[in-house]
Every structure is written in structure tokens, then in C-alpha cells.
């Protein structure tokens, strides 16, 4: 952009010193020369609107991005925070399931223990009767 601008200063330099050689010689050299130097500066001109659409392109582009990815890390963490209930709340169901199945066992481990203590007296006693019969 700097090269642009040195050399639109340039021509006009360039402009100047054909304007004070023209005034020596033909009208229409300074006419024909001025019109190219509007022209070049008519096209850096536009040259530069062109440019700086673009660069607004880009910072908009930019901008948006940058929106994206702070709103997809926001879902993403919002997800994980989710996710992250969610499988403690499974965990902790399937925990308590399972407690639940081994106080089941266990009380059926008490009750056989008991069944068991009652057969055992029972063959006890039949022994007891068979033997002194």
C-alpha cells in the first residue's frame, strides 16, 4: 500500500514537471497526459475501495469465526458438564442397584444359614431318635 501511495506521488511529481514542459509546447500533450494521470489515480483509487472490501471481508470472515468457535466451545462445554451428570447419575443408579442386590444376598445368605441350622438340629434329633430306638 505504501509503494502505491509513493508511487501515486510519483506521477504527480511526473505531472507537474510535464505541465511546465507542456506550457512550452502543444495544448493537448498536457490534456492527454493529464487524463492518463486522473485515469491511474481514478484506478488506485477504486484499486484501494476494492482492497479495503476485501479487508472488511476478511475482518467480518474473522469476526464470525471467532463467534463460531467461542459459541462451539460454549455447547461443547455445556455438553460435557451434561454428559458428565448424566453418567454420574448412571453410576450411581447401577451403584445402588447393585447394593441393593448384595443386602438381597446377604439377607438370603442369613436366611439359609438359619434354614441350614434348623435342618442340621432337625437331623440331630432324627439321629437321636433312630439311635435310641
Do not use: P
Amino acid at each position: 500500500m505504501e509503494s502505491e501511495g509513493t508511487e501515486v506521488a510519483r506521477k504527480r511529481m511526473k505531472s507537474a514537471i510535464d505541465v511546465k514542459e507542456g506550457e512550452v509546447g502543444d495544448g493537448i500533450v498536457d490534456r492527454v497526459e493529464e487524463e492518463e494521470i486522473e485515469t491511474n489515480i481514478a484506478g488506485s483509487e477504486e484499486m484501494e475501495i476494492r482492497i479495503t472490501g476485501i479487508l472488511e471481508k476478511i475482518e467480518n470472515f474473522t469476526q464470525l469465526v471467532s463467534e463460531l468457535l467461542e459459541s462451539g466451545k460454549t455447547i461443547f462445554r455445556d455438553l460435557s458438564s451434561e454428559f458428565e451428570e448424566r453418567m454420574i447419575m448412571i453410576h450411581k443408579a447401577q451403584i445402588e442397584k447393585w447394593q441393593e442386590e448384595i443386602k438381597e444376598l446377604r439377607l438370603l445368605d442369613v436366611a439359609n444359614e438359619e434354614v441350614n441350622a434348623v435342618l442340621h438340629n432337625a437331623r440331630c434329633l432324627l439321629q437321636g431318635v433312630r439311635f435310641h430306638s
